[in-house]
């Protein structure tokens, strides 16, 4: 019996490359670059702004110019958060039969609530989640198990009565380590790093509908 179904939010409940994306060109824009592909950018998309400066100026936390770039993308998302910004087709559906069959549904994302919030109230699903959980509303974010765990608590739906459904493998190990069932969503990110074949998640589902037939 599952009582809850959580979901990671870029990549899998919404797909927010446009947008992100959108912010990395104007940055290299300013810098004198050409613009990166959507598909060269989409990989990336779920490791953040972190990932996103990688991919587009090839730095990390602590180099130089990184902290400034970090400043600016923040600055310029907030500006357009939700331009371009929609649910994943099927996810409207997949929703509404959860809600259906009185199974709860939330939002688990490392994204801060700065960002987190309006999004979801601009996709219309504020009012309707049990819980949304961001990546400032718990100690540790993902890949620890303290977000799920709040989001379990928040929901009113034990853990092992919990699935986590997410495109990254970060996603996975979050599940395991909050002793939740790990779903990996097939239509998303993916990232960069080994294949979601080898994330060990308890399923692979490649459209929203799938989910439902996990639920019987």
Excluded at 155 to 174: I, N
Aim: hydrophobic share 45%; aromatic share 6%.
């Amino acid at each position: 019996m599952i009582d809850a179904v959580l979901f990671d939010l870029d990549g899998t409940l919404a797909d927010t490359a446009a947008d992100l994306g959108a912010v990395l060109n104007r940055l290299r824009s300013e810098a004198g670059q050409v613009p990166l592909a959507a598909a060269t950018i989409r990989p990336h998309v779920s490791k953040g702004v972190r990932g996103l400066l990688g991919i587009g100026f090839s730095l990390a936390p602590g180099d130089d110019r990184y902290a400034e770039l970090h400043q600016r993308f923040l600055a310029y998302y907030g500006d357009s958060l939700c331009v371009a910004t929609t649910l994943f087709e099927g996810v409207p559906g997949l929703l509404a039969s959860l809600e259906a069959e009185g199974v709860k549904w939330g939002v688990v994302t490392n994204k801060t609530s700065r960002y987190t919030l309006p999004v979801m109230e601009a996709l219309g699903l504020v009012r309707r989640a049990a819980c949304i959980v961001s990546g400032d509303s718990s100690p540790r974010p993902k890949p620890a198990a303290d977000p799920l765990l709040l989001a379990s608590t928040l929901a009113g739906a034990p853990p092992a009565r919990c699935l986590y459904v997410g495109d990254d493998l970060r996603d996975m190990q979050a599940a395991r380590a909050a002793g939740m069932g790990a779903i990996a969503a097939a239509w998303g990110y993916l990232g960069d790093g080994p294949p979601l074949e080898k994330w060990g998640a308890d399923a692979i589902i490649h459209s929203p509908e799938e989910l439902t037939g996990l639920l019987r």
